[in-house]
T-cell receptor, first 118, second 114 residues
Framework: DGGITQSPKYLFRKEGQNVTLSCEQNLNHDAMYWYRQDPGQGLRLIYYSQIVNDFQKGDIAEGYSVSREKKESFPLTVTSAQKNPTAFYLC?????????????????FGDGTRLSIL | AQTVTQSQPEMSVQEAETVTLSCTYDTSESDYYLFWYKQPPSRQMILVIRQEAYKQQNATENRFSVNFQKAAKSFSLKISDSQLGDAAMYFCAYRSYNNNDMRFGAGTRLTVKP
């Protein structure tokens, strides 16, 4: 079955370390997204990518980096510059821009990664 | 930038009753898409219903329906015959027509009482 796989489910980071969260999709979707969710809050967009080798910053990109070398993969690196990284991270994908009939396709979400600081 | 506001942090409903969750948004665009997502304790995001702004008819999916008021920029979700499995966080979301930028509200936690 097609879907989005995020790994690991739980991740711990020491102070000053960079960590990378994995997101893989086999839905042949062009667009991929990373969101952060804090307790009692909604989703905030970190980065998104509409096509391979291209990505744009979202609302809270500082302290994060991404790459999109393959259509299927959109890893997120939480760098040491992110001072408050403890959160739940959700990856999503959607069909890209194209004929209007495709634009209403909803995002498919992974199961998320919970990142905590040791 | 577009913003999405959910003014009800928490709502509760009696099983089998009807509940309406509110959502308003701010945009200068005329074409866009609106969604309601459900996030149960498992944290997975599940699409509940979607609405294209160019359609006047309100979307309906079984027990879920929306009241889309484009002029008022309002997009409320009505859940009829509430079930215990409906208990979750519900997020309203806005997506631009011309790009893939998607914005979410802060969410409403729905409790269903037996």
């Amino acid at each position: 079955d097609g879907g989005i796989t995020q790994s690991p489910k739980y991740l711990f980071r020491k102070e000053g370390q960079n960590v990378t969260l994995s997101c893989e999709q086999n839905l042949n979707h062009d667009a991929m997204y990373w969101y952060r969710q804090d307790p009692g809050q909604g989703l905030r967009l970190i980065y998104y990518s509409q096509i391979v080798n291209d990505f744009q910053k979202g609302d809270i990109a500082e302290g994060y980096s991404v790459s999109r070398e393959k259509k299927e993969s959109f890893p997120l690196t939480v760098t040491s510059a992110q001072k408050n990284p403890t959160a739940f991270y959700l990856c999503a994908s959607a069909t890209g821009t194209g004929p209007p009939g495709q634009l209403n396709q909803p995002q498919h979400f992974g199961d998320g990664t919970r990142l905590s600081i040791l | 930038a577009q913003t999405v506001t959910q003014s009800q942090p928490e709502m509760s409903v009696q099983e089998a009753e009807t509940v309406t969750l509110s959502c308003t948004y701010d945009t200068s665009e005329s074409d866009y898409y609106l969604f309601w997502y459900k996030q149960p304790p498992s944290r997975q995001m599940i699409l509940v219903i979607r609405q294209e702004a160019y359609k006047q008819q309100n979307a309906t999916e079984n027990r879920f329906s929306v009241n889309f008021q484009k002029a008022a920029k309002s997009f409320s979700l009505k859940i009829s015959d509430s079930q215990l499995g409906d208990a979750a966080m519900y997020f309203c979301a806005y997506r631009s027509y011309n790009n893939n930028d998607m914005r979410f509200g802060a969410g409403t936690r729905l409790t269903v009482k037996p």
